[in-house]
């Protein structure tokens, strides 16, 4: 469990570790910052880039702005300090990140990493198309902006090219209408989930505006879903807009079903059958949808 | 789980044994080791540089489950800069022996494969290098041409006649097959008004130690032949040194084994080390210069060892009643590539207590050790108990099922009766102490055991998924090794050549200033020995605990130790504890002789307390122990005429119970035998099929309790281990034989999975046969909580025609078993 040799460089100019990434040779070069699944992938050999560019200290990546009405979280950004500081703004942000492993690899490990590794069964992945996010990608060409729903091409692929960089990601700030669902199912906390979704909802009077959800571990990348329709049947089934979380929840359960046998094409492990993950979607998508438009009341 | 004593919840039965405090009142039970090992001061192997000049090796290992080794080609690896050696199996086979087996079989095995491979992971070559990176560097420069053979991972096709064969010498994959009965079986079963059976699959999965193997190896060819040195974190069975001589070539003298005082965990996996020692005293051999190999995570999970995946077929004879008239059992272990010693010893471990904690006198065993393209298998915390009684518990639930009995109250009416300890089983073991009742009285009190089935009744009808699963167990301890011979048949067995026994020493001295120095040689790694062997020799010497220093030591070559030392079998709380007050009397005899020359008073009417010597009509009239000391060590001049002034006393405690096995292939297995009581509440979401363990309760009986505080973690840690088993972790092969290879596919529990709440109740029958009447307790919940979690489970989906025959459960299980119900 020993890296094989690479070279290593630590620019402090953004400029700078552009080149060196776009100077490796064959195409060669590797960002690290929180390096938390890149470093397993170095010690076992199951990886070799030829030079590591380490992004931790590029000043202008360090930063956690707000502008626009987005909290921009730059590619340094550990995901324990968004946690901790930006939970508020970008609630579903909150809800998810205590999932992501345990707190220790949360201090090291970057949300911008986590986009960039584009695991399929990963929260952040998810969270970002839920919330529309924008991934903005630097390269040699100058930056680039990238809707999320855009930016996973695939397991563990993004159209990010070997020679950009992850710079940065915006989260829109929560409006008062919008409210949040995430769950997700692991054999152990901190494990990357067998199955997950994140949910938003928006709604007008009790009327939805909107209802993304993205499911995660359920195929090569992350299912974005317009719930929009489903959840409003479900509610006026109801003829309450109040009524319970869980009575919504059971009406979900038809159109749950349905998007579950559309998300779920992963052929499935020993932690989860394909079946079983279409049961997870099903259950979780209904009660998060169901959580996240009670929520979304809250704030009318 | 809650570690800490509180909570309503949570009681102490009996006022345990006290816990000597320090003079100041400090210490309450906390243990000696910690404050190093918190503190980053621990020196575990890798920490240590014995040897200047040591190189580093890297394994290269088979990719393939089987192979035939067509060629191998390490010139490239050879001539990479920085390489000092590079062997393959052609040195090994130059120079090595297969290691002696544990019993007759055409099936050698050496440290790397040498014509074929065997399993993935196998070693095939190693290389020597300046560091741990070039090694590795060097490593894939290693090429071998394999053949791919068909592979079997699966037991029963292993033992099938058209299954490929492991190792041609041999006539198939079943290293050993033997049966045994005792009693009248076939009576029993002819008269039973119920024949309740069932087929039983264990999962295979292993210990995680923190840390992994280590071993430091020098080869140096001397005057007198080769001597070869070698660090390692090994903790025995010391039966091992002399196969490891054997496999090198060379006597036992010209072996010299050291384990460094801290070592990080094992719960038995690390006893696998030892094939390590050969390749790296050959590696050695070659580099010319000392060799070290630290395992890395991978390899240990790949390729050290696993505690046994068995397929066990339970049957018994069941009166009207509900009695157990008969059990007949059918074992089929998978051991892996390899016979690796001591196995196939996890199939006998159990021997005298294969009829658990009930009055069963009649028994059949079949017993076969299969050998498949898994990793070979080897001591793992339970050793043996965990695989019998999942089978044995999950069938008590079945026969409670059949004769519409509550499982608790079948259990109790089952269970030896009190009045009947000590207790002769038809398989040999003689149960030392217990008293069964007692438990089930605790267990039922605590855990309000009616209530509890009125809550899960008035769950069900809410539309909840509650279980309440139960087992009861017994818990061997200080193993005696001789069960090993019930693996060759009687008549091949050689007369003069019986093994038996469960040795243990110690060596304790007093220095001039009365400072007690105690050596254990029990190689512990984590479990608090010196604490505990601190607290006894102040006991029984009458001092503080500061007056007693506790050294960890093994070397060979110095420490005193026999083929049954080691750390294993729960040895340590009734064997090394009834030597260390074997020694300390003598040393208690010593200094009472050397205080009666300063007192004037016969030896026989003084006694050791509060750091003194003392009479014990007139306590006023008394010495320092360190006084008493003092004398013989600067003034033996003045003590009787024919006194020997010996302030060193070695104990070798030996007891005569663990005798060899019998001609009628009856053995006493273990010297004790405790009890293990335990329940389980387990809910299961309806919809996403999580399992959430609720609560649990567990009553145990580890006779004489030593230190409360060890004991609970010793109860905390065997059930976690037990939990990895029922929930978590699986050591799956693919049909192909390709093996979970990281931490992503084997699941250790956390922290976070072991939170549940537990209640533990302990009461104590002192064992008649060590000295302070402990018995050991440091795997009783590693063998029960796989089948309570199993009868949880399986109680909870009754209702939905579902049982629990297999391992590990969680919600892709459950979802699966209530998909085809």
């Known amino acids: 469990m020993k890296a094989a040799p690479f070279a290593y460089v630590r620019p402090t100019r953004l400029q700078d570790a552009v080149t060196e990434l776009g100077s490796a040779q064959h195409g060669g070069g590797k960002v690290i910052a929180g390096g938390q699944s890149l470093v397993p992938v170095l010690a076992m050999r199951l990886g070799r880039p030829s030079t ?3 992004i931790t200290r590029v000043e202008e990546l360090t930063h956690m702005t707000v502008d626009d009405q987005c909290l921009r979280v730059a590619a340094a950004v550990r995901q324990r300090r968004v946690q901790r500081e930006a939970s508020q703004l970008v609630p579903l942000l909150g809800l998810a990140l205590p999932w992501v492993g345990h707190r220790e690899i949360r201090s090291r490990g970057t949300v911008c990493g986590s986009l960039a590794h584009a695991d399929p069964s990963a929260e952040m992945p998810a969270v970002a198309m839920s919330l529309n996010a924008t991934v903005e990608v630097t390269g040699p060409n100058g930056r680039r902006q990238v809707s999320a729903a855009d930016f996973f091409t695939g397991a563990m692929a993004t159209v990010t090219e070997p020679t950009e960089i992850v710079t940065s990601v915006s989260f829109p700030i929560a409006s008062s209408d919008e409210g949040y669902g995430f769950a997700e199912i692991a054999r152990r906390h901190g494990d990357y989930a067998i199955a997950g979704v994140a949910a938003r909802v928006r709604s007008t009077s009790g009327a939805v505006v909107e209802a993304p959800i993205t499911s995660f571990g359920v195929s090569d990348k992350p299912q974005l879903r317009d719930m929009s329709g489903a959840l409003q049947r479900a509610v006026d089934s109801l003829g309450d807009p109040a009524a319970p979380t869980s009575e919504i929840t059971n009406a979900l359960e038809e159109p749950a079903h349905a998007m579950a046998e559309d998300v779920v094409t992963t052929a499935g492990d020993s932690h989860g059958s394909t079946a079983y993950r279409k049961r997870l979607v099903r259950v979780l998508a209904a009660r998060e949808l ?11 | 789980m809650d570690a800490t004593a509180k909570g309503p919840g949570r009681q102490v039965t009996q006022p345990l044994t006290k816990i000597p405090a320090t003079s ?3 210490i309450t039970g906390s243990r000696i080791e910690d404050p190093p090992l918190v503190t980053g001061q621990g020196r575990f192997l890798d920490d240590l540089d014995p040897l200047p000049g040591t190189l580093v090796a890297a394994i290269v290992r088979s990719p393939h489950a089987h192979a035939k080794i067509r060629k191998v080609d390490l010139t490239r690896a050879r001539s990479h800069p920085g390489v000092a050696a590079v062997i393959g199996p052609e040195e090994v086979l ?17 440290p790397t494969g040498t014509d074929k491979v065997r399993y993935v992971g196998e070693p095939v070559a190693v290389v020597v290098a300046t560091d741990r990176y070039t090694a590795e560097d060097a490593a894939e420069l290693v090429r071998v041409d394999y053949d791919v053979l068909p592979a079997v991972v699966d037991t029963k096709k292993a033992a099938n006649p058209d299954s490929a064969v492991l190792h041609e010498g041999a006539d ?13 079986v076939d009576d029993a079963f002819a008269r039973a008004a119920h024949v309740v059976s069932e087929e039983y699959k264990f999962p295979r999965y292993s210990s995680t130690p923190m840390e992994c193997y280590s071993v430091i190896a020098e080869w140096r060819d001397e005057s007198t032949g080769p001597q070869i040195t070698a660090y390692a974190n090994f903790h025995g069975p010391f039966s091992i040194v002399p196969i490891l001589a054997g496999a090198l070539g060379i006597s036992t003298a010209q072996l010299r084994i050291i384990v460094p005082a801290d070592n990080g965990g094992s719960f038995g996996i690390k006893s696998g080390v030892y094939p390590y020692i050969a390749l790296m005293a050959l590696a050695s051999r070659h580099a010319g210069r000392p060799v070290r190999w630290t395992e890395d995570r991978i390899e240990h999970l790949l390729s050290s060892s696993a505690g046994s995946d068995r397929i066990m077929r339970f049957k018994a004879a069941v009166s009207a009643t509900g009695t157990v008239e008969a059990l007949d059992v059918d074992f089929q272990e998978n051991v892996g590539a390899y016979l690796r010693p001591p196995e196939p010893a996890t199939l006998y471990r159990c021997f005298g207590n294969i009829t658990g904690p009930y009055g069963i006198d009649a028994v059949r065993m079949r017993a076969r050790a299969v050998v498949t393209n898994k990793v ?6 339970g050793f043996g108990g965990q695989q019998l009684y999942f089978g044995l518990e999950r069938l008590m639930d079945k026969i409670a099922v059949t004769v519409g009995k509550d499982p608790l109250e079948l259990r109790r009416t089952n269970a030896i009766p009190t009045s009947a300890f000590p207790y002769a089983t038809p398989t040999g073991g003689i149960y030392d102490s217990g008293d069964y009742e007692k438990a089930f009285a605790m267990l039922t009190e605590s855990a309000q055991y009616e209530k509890l089935r009125a809550e899960q009744q008035a769950a069900r009808e809410r539309g909840e998924i509650m279980g309440i699963g139960i087992a009861a167990i017994v818990e061997p301890s200080a193993t005696n090794i001789g069960y090993i011979a019930l693996a060759t048949p009687q008549d091949e067995r050689v007369r003069g050549r019986d093994k038996s026994g469960s040795t243990e020493h110690v060596r304790v ?3 001039p200033q009365g400072v007690v120095s105690v050596l254990l040689g029990t190689v512990p790694q984590g479990q608090g020995h010196a604490t505990v062997a601190r607290e006894i020799v102040a006991n029984q010497l009458g001092l503080s605990v500061e007056q007693v220093v506790p050294k960890i030591d093994m070397d060979t070559a110095t420490t005193p130790w026999t083929i049954t030392t080691g750390s294993y079998s729960s ?11 074997e020694a300390t009397d003598r040393i208690a005899a010593t200094i009472k002789v050397a205080a009666s020359v300063l007192l004037a008073e016969d030896p026989t009417e003084l006694e050791l307390a509060d750091g003194e010597v003392r009479v014990t009509a007139d306590p006023q009239r008394s010495v320092l122990f360190r006084h008493a000391a003092g004398l013989i060590h600067w003034d033996p001049g003045s003590l009787p005429d024919t006194f020997e002034a010996q302030l060193n006393a070695e104990a070798a405690f030996t007891p005569p119970e663990s005798t060899a096995a019998s001609k009628t292939d009856q053995i006493n297995s273990s010297l004790c035998y405790g009890f293990v009581l335990e329940l389980a509440v387990v809910r299961i979401d309806p919809e996403t099929l999580e399992i959430a363990i609720e609560k649990v309760f567990s009553v145990h009986d580890p006779g004489t309790v030593l230190n409360p505080v060890l004991l609970e973690g010793q109860i905390h840690g065997a059930m976690v281990h037990g939990l990895g088993g029922a929930m978590y972790e699986e050591m799956f092969y693919s049909e192909s034989g390709q093996p979970t290879s990281t931490f992503m596919d084997y699941l250790v529990p956390t922290s976070a999975e072991a939170a549940f709440p537990l209640t533990s109740e302990t009461f104590e029958t002192p064992s008649p046969l060590s000295r302070l009447g402990a018995k050991g307790a440091g795997e009783g919940s590693s063998m029960s909580f796989p089948a309570v979690v199993a009868n949880a489970v399986s109680d909870a989906l009754a209702p939905h025609g579902v049982q629990i025959t297999s391992l590990p459960l969680h919600g892709n299980v459950i979802h699966e078993l209530l998909s085809n119900s």
Do not use: H, Q, W
């Open chain 2, 509 to 511: 001295s007093v220095d």
């Open chain 2, 94 to 110: 130059e120079t090595l022996k297969p290691f002696p087996l544990s019993l007759r079989t055409n099936m050698p095995y050496y």
């Open chain 1, 52 to 54: 590591l560019v380490d």
């Open chain 1, 290 to 300: 169901a959580r996240a438009y009670r929520s979304s009341l809250k704030g009318a």
């Open chain 2, 571 to 581: 040895r340590f709380s009734p064997l090394l504890t009834s030597a260390l007050v």
């Open chain 2, 24 to 26: 100041d009142g400090r």
């Open chain 2, 172 to 184: 198939s994959n079943i290293a050993s097959d033997r049966s045994f009965t005792f009693g009248s």
């Open chain 2, 376 to 381: 070979p298998t080897g001591l793992n915390r």
